[in-house]
């Protein structure tokens, strides 16, 4: 299926990037189940030569992960994209991200090495962190330029869900993430823009809702019948409204926005739930529940 923000044609290259242990491999796969011709690891000098070939025979979806065992080539690879957006390729990149504790705990568990990792420090603890804070500073500039995936509290089925949820959405305009999520579980890394709203009156208090979640119709009609959350909601509508003209103009091609409340499950995900809608009508507008998904 040609992608909707491509011209009659055109090549897609979907260029994978981000920390080691963030979920780059289930994400390629996740592309490769899609119908995506997928390549780990090609190093950032191969990228145009290879493209020119798949072009030569026809590919039409491509899907690319590239890390910082690259690091000498990375500062080449926006170079490279502007160069095959200027030939018309449908380019798009996505970084996955993790939490440090999340990223220690994952190698912990495995005992794997991570790839940046220096044999000379006797402290493995230390030498993984200053691998980790490395590989994050050499693909910071990357990072800037792409869609950010948060994989801390994704398991492996959740992560590769979202990822082709996120593909079927990539348009040729500003792709709008709006994500609840639980304050008491940390704060997502993915997001542009973070809102709090555990100061709205709260259904878990009433035993009725408590089970339930803003998805659900007598959770919905218990906020918007609250003066505070409508006011909330108008707030956060106007300020990410008020923006977005200005940040498609700067070529910015995904933005996230977190709206988040204690356990991440009623005006939270009532917000998400009512911001995607409103948005959805002008802007590509997804949502995800962090807690609940």
């Not at 923000?5 to 260029?15: C, D, F, K, R, V």
């Not at 990357?142 to 492996?156: G, P, T």
């Not at 709206?259 to 948005?279: K, N």
Request: charged share 25%; aromatic share 6%; net charge negative.
């Amino acid at each position: 299926m040609q992608h909707p923000g491509a011209p009659e044609g055109a090549l897609e290259l979907i260029l994978i990037t981000g920390l080691s242990g963030s979920g780059k491999s289930v994400a390629l796969n996740a592309l490769e189940d899609a119908g995506y011709y997928c390549v780990d690891n090609l190093p950032p000098e191969l990228l145009l030569p290879f493209v020119a070939l798949e072009q030569r025979q026809g590919a039409r979806r491509v899907a690319v992960a590239m890390d910082a065992r690259s690091a000498g080539a990375l500062p080449l690879v926006p170079q490279h994209l502007a160069v095959l957006r200027a030939q018309g390729v449908a380019v798009r990149l996505l970084f996955l991200d993790a939490s440090l504790d999340t990223l220690v705990r994952r190698y912990s568990e495995t005992r794997r090495r991570h790839p940046l990792s220096r044999r000379d420090i006797a402290d493995q603890q230390l030498a993984l962190v200053q691998a980790i804070e490395l590989e994050r500073e050499l693909l910071a500039d990357l990072r800037e330029q792409a869609h950010v995936v948060d994989s801390s509290l994704m398991l492996r089925a959740q992560l590769q869900r979202y990822i082709k949820t996120v593909i079927t959405a990539l348009p040729d305009q500003l792709l709008l993430v709006f994500q609840s999520f639980a304050f008491k579980r940390g704060i997502p890394v993915d997001a542009d823009y973070i809102f709090d709203v555990r100061m709205l009156p709260n259904p878990h208090y009433v035993a009725e809702l408590r089970p339930l979640t803003g998805r659900d119709e007598p959770v919905a009609a218990f906020l918007s019948a609250q003066p505070e959350v409508d006011r909330m909601f108008g707030d956060i509508a106007g300020f990410v409204g008020g923006w977005l003209d200005a940040m498609a103009r700067d070529h910015r091609s995904y933005v996230t926005v977190g709206i988040g409340c204690t356990g991440g499950q009623h005006r939270s995900v009532y917000l998400v739930e009512r911001l995607a809608e409103h948005f959805g009508g002008d802007w590509t507008a997804l949502k995800r529940h962090r807690e609940i998904d």
